[in-house]
């Protein structure tokens, strides 16, 4: 945990980084450093600087805000949880999971993926991990240069960070989620799972409250949990709002 808390020690994503090279924007892009507790609190939104920028219809460059911190939360109770901004970021998290399994019981974990995209596009950016030494700080260098939000899970699978993924993208398909719970796997949700698509000021309530019941149960049972506040889908003041329902 303490390596992964000290590489996120808050810096700029430079104008040669994935997530930048999505808008062309010249603007740095902020990543937030981790804050680490042992239980859920309080977050805020970070009005001063931009987690992520995006063209808008009109091809104009937009910039959205996101929280002061990313949050780590550790204690013996339940699994650790990484809360975060753009989704690329779980990568660096996934690995410390999947390679704590290796250690301790020989497994790789799938990945259970909420989330309304699949996160699946083609990265020719190819991670090589050798499971034998610290990786840690290659994983996360290839996360924040050499992926974007919608293409970090090929090399988590190409490289074994995870064996399989199960993509949960509607609502029908997250109540018929059901598991084998002595299989390791890792909770990984993106939050504009919520949205009401008509806006991205709105949320679905009924979503919240079924994706609630979903995480309470499979909480118990997760190797790690990743929540991704997605800021280009979702408004961050939403995306506070589910996690403190999640977390209540």
Not at 145 to 169: D, E, H, M, Y
Not at 172 to 197: G, V
Request: proline share 4%; charged share 20%.
């Amino acid at each position: 945990m303490d390596e992964l808390q000290q590489l996120y020690n808050w810096f700029y994503l430079d104008a040669l980084c994935a997530n930048t090279q999505i808008s062309n924007c010249s603007f740095p892009l902020w990543v937030a450093p981790i804050e680490k507790k042992d239980n859920y609190g309080p977050l805020e939104i970070d009005y001063s600087h931009f987690a992520f920028a995006e063209k808008n219809i009109c091809w104009d460059i937009e910039y959205f805000h996101w929280l002061k911190n990313f949050l780590l939360i550790e204690n013996p109770h339940h699994a650790p949880i990484f809360i975060f901004d753009n989704h690329n970021h779980a990568l660096p998290f996934w690995y410390m999971i999947s390679d704590n399994l290796k250690k301790t019981e020989e497994k790789i974990p799938r990945l259970i993926h909420i989330d309304q995209h699949s996160d699946c596009w083609e990265n020719l950016n190819k991670l090589y991990i050798s499971w034998e030494d610290d990786e840690m700080e290659k994983v996360f260098n290839f996360s924040n240069k050499k992926c974007n939000v919608g293409n970090f899970i090929p090399p988590a699978l190409n490289s074994w960070i995870i064996s399989t993924q199960t993509q949960v993208r509607s609502i029908s398909a997250l109540q018929n989620l059901f598991l084998h719970i002595k299989e390791p796997f890792i909770l990984d949700i993106d939050l504009d799972f919520c949205l009401n698509w008509t806006s991205r000021n709105k949320i679905d309530e009924n979503h919240v409250n079924i994706l609630k019941a979903k995480y309470d149960y499979l909480s118990k049972y997760a190797s790690g949990i990743s929540i991704a506040t997605s800021p280009y889908f979702l408004d961050q003041n939403l995306a506070i709002s589910i996690i403190n329902k999640l977390f209540s």
